[in-house]
């Protein structure tokens, strides 16, 4: 397991608005969800982002299940524009193919980042294009270079990466708390 526990614990809104700011996604996006849950960051990225394509990754049926109910509900309520694509999977992470993701989110054990870092590591290299002069038309990862990819980390970082932004979140259901919220371009 990426996320090992017995409590199943989702994503704080404030960490969500804080990856928000942090991966910046614009329309030509890609985002996974890795251990999407009950589908809240990506319910609440596409209602609050120009991202259009989304993936969650949940490996437990139930939670997998939910989350796509929860999907419906936001898409009928008319919080989810037309336009946005939203896969829920249930499926291994360490199994998926990540060469579409632009940007992933990860909220995972160390165990769990050590393991899917190479995956992500895995996409292939992408010949960037020049439009007349000279920007770049990979709009997806102006932060970042064609061959990377954003991730941000809620709680636990990659151990032998450097990152790119180290914010700390404030949560309201632990007072006093303060969690760390990553991110990093992957890449070659």
């Given at each position: 397991m990426l996320a090992p526990r017995k409590t199943l614990w989702s994503t704080p809104t404030a960490a969500i608005e804080q990856t928000s700011n942090l991966i910046q996604l614009t329309s030509s996006d890609h985002l996974y969800d890795v251990g999407c849950g009950d589908g809240r960051v990506i319910i609440h990225l596409a209602c609050a982002t120009p991202c259009r394509r989304f993936v969650g990754i949940e490996i437990d049926e139930g939670r997998a299940q939910q989350a796509q109910r929860n999907v419906d509900e936001a898409r009928t309520a008319?919080?989810?524009?037309?336009?946005?694509?939203?896969?829920?999977?249930?499926?291994?992470?360490?199994?998926?193919?990540?060469?579409?993701?632009?940007?992933?989110?990860?909220?995972?054990?160390?165990?769990?980042?050590?393991?899917?870092?190479?995956?992500?590591?895995?996409?292939?290299?992408?010949?960037?294009?020049?439009?007349?002069?000279?920007?770049?038309?990979?709009?997806?990862?102006?932060?970042?270079?064609?061959?990377?990819?954003?991730?941000?980390?809620?709680?636990?970082?990659?151990?032998?990466?450097?990152?790119?932004?180290?914010?700390?979140?404030?949560?309201?259901?632990?007072?006093?708390?303060?969690?760390?919220?990553?991110?990093?371009?992957?890449?070659?």
């Amino acid at each position: 397991m990426l996320a090992p526990r017995k409590t199943l614990w989702s994503t704080p809104t404030a960490a969500i608005e804080q990856t928000s700011n942090l991966i910046q996604l614009t329309s030509s996006d890609h985002l996974y969800d890795v251990g999407c849950g009950d589908g809240r960051v990506i319910i609440h990225l596409a209602c609050a982002t120009p991202c259009r394509r989304f993936v969650g990754i949940e490996i437990d049926e139930g939670r997998a299940q939910q989350a796509q109910r929860n999907v419906d509900e936001a898409r009928t309520a008319g919080r989810i524009p037309e336009e946005v694509s939203i896969l829920i999977r249930r499926a291994n992470a360490l199994e998926v193919d990540y060469s579409e993701a632009t940007a992933v989110f990860l909220y995972l054990v160390p165990r769990g980042l050590r393991l899917i870092k190479p995956i992500l590591l895995q996409r292939p290299k992408i010949e960037s294009t020049k439009k007349e002069g000279g920007s770049s038309d990979d709009e997806s990862n102006r932060n970042g270079s064609a061959d990377q990819v954003r991730v941000v980390t809620y709680m636990s970082p990659f151990v032998d990466e450097t990152h790119v932004k180290r914010e700390l979140c404030a949560v309201d259901h632990q007072e006093g708390a303060a969690w760390p919220i990553y991110l990093y371009h992957l890449g070659r």
